[in-house]
């Protein structure tokens, strides 16, 4: 069954200043807890972050959650959270990209500041969960465990971004949108029915600390000394040059600028990013079929499962599920598909699913290609 309390919680709902987040606290407050509101500043220097309402970090979404919470009735505050957003999420962004890895920041934001920094101080200061504007679902057992499972809309599902969290902080989590069927414009309707001036407020799909949206130039200027590098076939043949590793992803079609079409005439792809000698490897998009990988720092949503499986992964934040076999060995998670699939990188998360309810999260390692093994 759903989660449910026989008692009402005292709940500190995170309110990033959007819609979601203003109506997961209404209905948490409505449901007779006692919902404190907090906005987390995750920026030194807030103007440096996006602004135009397009963001989390911003005096603009702090300032929108505020009103949000004097139009519940809720208390609010501002906790500064900066220092350790700015290590845990923003400076592993940048340390993944140089390492030749794609990251994904809101994943770890979940891990490092949501459900760690900000849990672990609710919980001292007394409060029994963190409610958040998630689409997900946490099912409480007939043994009392809890489980992670998919939104019921799974267009609006978010459960791979929180497949990091562990049986404890489940216990101590709320998602009030995760059983919404409801449409975002259904959700917004609702927001304006309770007077929620964020009703209209677009949503935010960019990383919220890279103020104009260029990811690339945010990495440049912080790894700009990188040395100017080649781009090679898979023959090793230079065909170009780059002026850093960092600004390429595995999969990526355009931006290349290599100065003559390949000898098929058809696009080639990155197939591998090498920080080691500074090479970025293009190909044809058959060489980027994945067959299998490895991924590491395995986390559980619950007991970790043993022996080889059959599940379903998703591989993207907006990705589909594809079918797998896994086993944990050694603290390695192995994984094979069922087909080939495309655009995997290192350093993305791989999120293990039985039916909706999530198994566990894991970080891409390597990757084995088709016809060849190739470490991603």
Wanted: charged residues 25%.
């Amino acid at each position: 069954m759903t989660q449910t309390s026989q008692r009402p919680l005292r709940v500190l709902a995170a309110m990033s200043g959007g819609v979601d987040s203003a109506v997961a606290a209404a209905r948490a407050a409505e449901a007779g807890h006692d919902v404190t509101g907090v906005h987390l500043a995750l920026s030194a220097n807030p103007q440096s972050f996006r602004t135009g309402a397009r963001g989390c970090c911003t005096i603009e979404d702090s300032r929108d959650a505020r009103r949000a919470a004097d139009v519940i009735g809720i208390p609010f505050y501002v906790w500064d959270l900066a220092e350790r957003f700015r290590e845990d999420v923003v400076e592993d962004f940048v340390a993944e990209y140089e390492a030749g890895r794609t990251p994904n920041p809101c994943l770890r934001c979940n891990e490092k500041i949501k459900f760690a920094a900000l849990l672990d101080k609710a919980l001292a200061l007394g409060f029994d969960a963190v409610c958040t504007g998630h689409y997900a679902t946490v099912v409480l057992g007939a043994d009392g465990s809890r489980e992670l499972h998919r939104a019921s809309d799974m267009a609006k599902d978010q459960s791979y971004v929180l497949g990091v969290l562990d049986e404890r902080q489940l216990a101590h989590a709320m998602f009030p949108l995760g059983d919404t069927l409801t449409t975002k414009g259904e959700i917004r309707a609702e927001a304006e029915r309770r007077g929620l001036a964020v009703a209209k407020k677009p949503d935010s799909h960019d990383i919220c600390f890279i103020a104009d949206g260029d990811t690339q130039g945010f990495l440049a200027d912080r790894l700009g000394g990188t040395a100017e590098g080649d781009i090679l076939d898979e023959s090793g043949t230079k065909l170009g040059t780059h002026e850093g590793a960092f600004g390429f992803t595995i999969g990526q079609r355009k931006g290349l600028r290599i100065g003559h079409p390949a000898p098929d005439g058809k696009p080639r792809y990155v197939l591998d990013i090498s920080p080691v000698n500074n090479t970025v490897t293009v190909g044809p998009v058959e060489a980027l079929d994945v067959t299998a990988l490895t991924a590491i720092k395995p986390r559980w949503c619950g007991t970790p499962p043993s022996g080889p499986g059959t599940y379903t992964a998703q591989l993207r934040a907006h990705g589909g599920e594809t079918e797998v076999s896994a086993e944990l060995l050694d603290g390695t998670l192995n994984v094979s598909f069922t087909e080939p699939v495309r655009g995997v990188a290192p350093g993305q998360a791989v999120v293990l699913y039985d039916g909706t309810r999530v198994v566990g999260s894991a970080t891409i390692a390597t990757t084995v290609r088709r016809e060849t093994a190739a470490a991603g």
